[in-house]
């Protein structure tokens, strides 16, 4: 069993910066992408960016130049470096990883609890 625990989500002013954090857990052989995502009230759940685990980014275009994607693979761990917040942001932050429970075996997708991140004006 795979498990991803979030950290790092909160209140904060516009123009203020966070730091989510991510770590998985558990059994497995190996993680692909791990990436961030986001859903807003009366909103489908989007991709903020991601990183596969030779350290290849991509990023929405509403936060390129203002967050940034890392991990840590040999910690299992994936950070999101949030600058210049707008309140657009504001947003239940999900973390989610291709893990491979065994060798040989093929990619399952994983989710976060989820995190919420008020941006205020």
């Known amino acids: 069993q795979v498990q991803l625990v979030e950290s790092g989500g909160g209140l904060v002013q516009a123009g203020g910066s966070l730091r989510l954090s991510c770590a998985a857990s558990g059994s497995y052989f190996g993680i692909n992408v791990m990436g961030w995502y986001r859903q807003a009230p009366g909103k489908q759940r989007e991709l903020v960016a991601s990183?596969?685990?030779?350290?290849?980014?991509t990023y929405a275009d509403s936060v390129k130049g203002r967050f940034t994607i890392s991990r840590d693979n040999a910690k299992n761990t994936v950070y999101l470096q949030m600058n210049s917040l707008k309140p657009g942001d504001t947003a239940v932050y999900y973390c989610?990883?291709?893990?491979?429970?065994?060798?040989?075996?093929?990619?399952?997708?994983?989710w976060g609890q989820g995190t919420q991140v008020t941006v205020s004006s």
């Open positions: 990183i596969t685990v030779g350290a290849r980014t």
């Open positions: 989610n990883a291709e893990v491979q429970p065994h060798y040989g075996l093929g990619f399952l997708d994983y």
